[in-house]
C-alpha cells in the first residue's frame, strides 16, 4: 500500500459521511444482472409446493416455473438455475431418467424457451442424485464407490439431452474427472457450439447441503457419503487444480460451492484465472439467514444484501441464490 498523509490531513470518515457520498466511492455494486435463481420443478399442474426446510422457496409445476421466469424477466433476472424433484417411481440405480427427452428438467426447459425465447438463459444441472435411487451423483459398483469412467457416459448423453431441450449453461455439479472435456466434445459434435459449460468446479462436501436434497427428494436415499468425488473442505489448494482442469477442458466459466464459508476459495479463483467465477449460496447459507431473522439476530433483508455483496467483493461475476427475486425487488426500490 503506497504512502498515506497522517491524521488529520487523511480522515477516511470525510467520504462516509454522506449518502451520496458513500455511494459516489462503493468499491462493489450488486445488481440484479449478478443472481441466478434456483428454481425447483415437480410433476403436476398448478402445483406449488412450499419447501419446510427453506422457508419462502417452493417446488413448482412446469406452468409455475414458466411464470417464475416471466417474474423473473420482470425483475431483470438474467438467468433461470433449474432441478427436477424427479419422483420415487421414475428413479432408479442407473438414473436413466436423466436421458428421457420429456422428463421434468427437459420438459421445464422447452416450456419456458417456447414462452421467453432468448429473453432469459436456463442453465441445467448435470449429475445423476435427482434421478437414482441410491442418491450419489453417479453409478456405483457393488462396494457403493463411485465409479468415474462408467458415469462420463451418462453424463455427456444427459448433457446433450438437455442441450437438446433448449439448455443455455450446462452446470455440471458430479464432480467427475474429465467430464467437462468430455461435455465439450459432446456438444461440439452436436453444433451446439454456443452452449456455454459453467463447471461446479470447487464443490466441497459441504454440511449446507440438507434442505437442497429436501428439495430434490433425496434427502433420505443417499445411502454413505459424497467425499469420494467431492472436495475436502480443509482443501484450497487443490481447488485451484480442479478449476485449471477445467478450464482446459473447456469450461467458459467456473463455480465454487458452497459460497460464503469458501470465499477465499472465489478471491484466489479470480485472482490466478482469467474467467468468470460464479458463487452458489446454497441452501443451509439461505435458511440460516431465515432462521436467523426469524430469531431476531438482525434485519432480514440487511442480513440478505450483505452477504450477496460479500461474493462480489470477493470477485464474482455472479452468484445463484434463492434470495435471486427478493433481492432484486429490493433493488429496485
Avoid at 92 to 119: F, I, Y
Avoid at 144 to 165: F, I, P, S, W
Avoid at 236 to 256: K, N, T
Avoid at 314 to 328: H, K, M, P, Q, V
Wanted: charged share 25%.
Amino acid at each position: 500500500m503506497s504512502q498515506q498523509a497522517s491524521f488529520p490531513h487523511t480522515r477516511l470518515r470525510r467520504t462516509r459521511a454522506h449518502g451520496w457520498s458513500r455511494e459516489m466511492v462503493r468499491e462493489n455494486r450488486l445488481s440484479a444482472s449478478d443472481l441466478i435463481w434456483p428454481l425447483f420443478i415437480t410433476e403436476g399442474m398448478g402445483i406449488e409446493d412450499p419447501i419446510t426446510s427453506l422457508p419462502g422457496v417452493s417446488r413448482w409445476s412446469v406452468d409455475g416455473i414458466v411464470e417464475r421466469a416471466r417474474e423473473a424477466c420482470d425483475l431483470g433476472i438474467p438467468c433461470l438455475a433449474l432441478f427436477p424433484n424427479t419422483p420415487a417411481e421414475k428413479r432408479s440405480e442407473d438414473g436413466k431418467e436423466a436421458l428421457n427427452p420429456d422428463n421434468l428438467m427437459c420438459r421445464a426447459t422447452k416450456a419456458v424457451k417456447d414462452a421467453l425465447g432468448d429473453q432469459i438463459g436456463i442453465l441445467t444441472d448435470v449429475a445423476l442424485d435427482p434421478y437414482t435411487s441410491h442418491g450419489q451423483d453417479g453409478l456405483i459398483n457393488d462396494h457403493g464407490y463411485v465409479e468415474n469412467d462408467r458415469t462420463l457416459d451418462l453424463l455427456t448423453k444427459q448433457a446433450l439431452n438437455q442441450a437438446n431441450a433448449g439448455a443455455d449453461i450446462i452446470a455440471p455439479s458430479d464432480m467427475m474427472d474429465g467430464r467437462v472435456g468430455a461435455i465439450r466434445d459432446v456438444l461440439e459434435l452436436a453444433h451446439h457450439h454456443n452452449v456455454q459449460i459453467m463447471a461446479y468446479s470447487a464443490k466441497y462436501a459441504s454440511a449446507f447441503y440438507g434442505p437442497f436434497r429436501d428439495a430434490v427428494g433425496s434427502d433420505g436415499l443417499l445411502k454413505g457419503d459424497k467425499k469420494t468425488y467431492q472436495m475436502d473442505p480443509a482443501n484450497s489448494d487443490e481447488a485451484l487444480r480442479e478449476i485449471a482442469l477445467d478450464i482446459a477442458e473447456g469450461a467458459d466459466s467456473v463455480m465454487v460451492k458452497p459460497g460464503l464459508a469458501y470465499l477465499d476459495i472465489i478471491y484466489r479463483t479470480k485472482s490466478e484465472f482469467n474467467i468468470p467465477v460464479f458463487a452458489y449460496q446454497v441452501s443451509g447459507e439461505y435458511a440460516l439467514i431465515k432462521a436467523g431473522a426469524a430469531a431476531g439476530i438482525g434485519d432480514h433483508d440487511a442480513l440478505m444484501m450483505e452477504k450477496l455483496i460479500a461474493f462480489k467483493r470477493a470477485g464474482c461475476s455472479g452468484i445463484l441464490t434463492y434470495f435471486a427475486a427478493d433481492a432484486a425487488r429490493l433493488l429496485h426500490g
